[in-house]
């Protein structure tokens, strides 16, 4: 089975500080996706990736960066990290567009 | 962009009963995924149905695309069977899964 694994299950940040979320995948998939989830807005997308070094915005990517320098990690950056950044952060791979998706198990972000 | 519409948002069951949760989409998807999210906050892939039936176990899904809606059946509940399920849908033009807001399952003993 694919595994995605997130560095972090849980993180607390002071506002201001620059924040890394790393997410690892071990099947040599090509797409990976940066989500956050708050409670009734669902999950929306940040960032994604097709390939290395390559990055598209998704829907709400105000605030955050990525890097993907090797195909089996992507990283989610926090410039400055806020108050209003405190979410559910999850991570997912697909094979390639239109495949199944398999999700990390999550970073929950505090921001003081 | 797409609009996802999943109902209810929230069913409360009795152990051992059945039930339908529904996801409405408003074009046409390539993709089309069913996730149940436990307790934990982890998202686990119960179905990939962009069309056509699938069953695994007690849980089934159904999607028909020409009228751009799919359903999950969950059928003889248990408590395990608690959490939030989403749908999930990727346009033919597009580039990402777009999720509903989810339906939230309570299965009482």
């Known amino acids: 089975d694919v595994k995605v694994t997130q560095s972090s299950r849980y993180l607390v940040k002071r506002t201001g500080e620059k924040v890394f979320l790393e997410c690892v995948q071990d099947?040599?998939?090509?797409?990976m996706f940066w989500y956050r989830q708050d409670p009734g807005l669902g999950l929306r997308l940040i960032y994604f990736s097709y390939d290395v070094k390559m990055k598209e915005k998704g829907d709400i990517p105000e605030g955050y960066s990525v890097s993907r320098e090797k195909k089996e990690r992507f990283s989610l950056i926090l410039e400055s990290a806020s108050t209003n950044q405190t979410s559910m952060y999850l991570c997912?791979?697909?094979?390639?567009?239109?495949?199944?998706?398999?999700f990390g198990s999550g970073t929950r972000l505090t921001v003081v | 962009g797409i609009q996802v519409e999943q109902s209810p948002p929230d069913l409360i069951l009795q152990e051992g009963a059945n039930s339908t949760l529904r996801c409405n989409f408003s074009d046409s998807v390539n993709n089309l995924q069913w996730f149940h999210q436990n307790p934990w906050g982890q998202l686990i892939n119960l179905f990939y149905?962009?069309?056509g039936t699938k069953q695994n176990g007690r849980l089934s899904a159904t999607t028909v695309a020409t009228e751009r809606y799919s359903l999950l059946y969950i059928s003889s509940s248990q408590t395990t069977d608690s959490g939030v399920y989403f749908c999930?849908?990727?346009?033919?033009?597009?580039?990402?899964?777009?999720f509903g807001k989810g339906t939230s399952l309570l299965v009482t003993p």
């Open positions: 149905i962009p069309s």
């Open positions: 997912a791979s697909s094979f390639r567009v239109g495949r199944v998706y398999t």
């Open positions: 999930a849908v990727e346009l033919n033009s597009g580039y990402a899964l777009n």
């Open positions: 099947m040599d998939h090509e797409n």
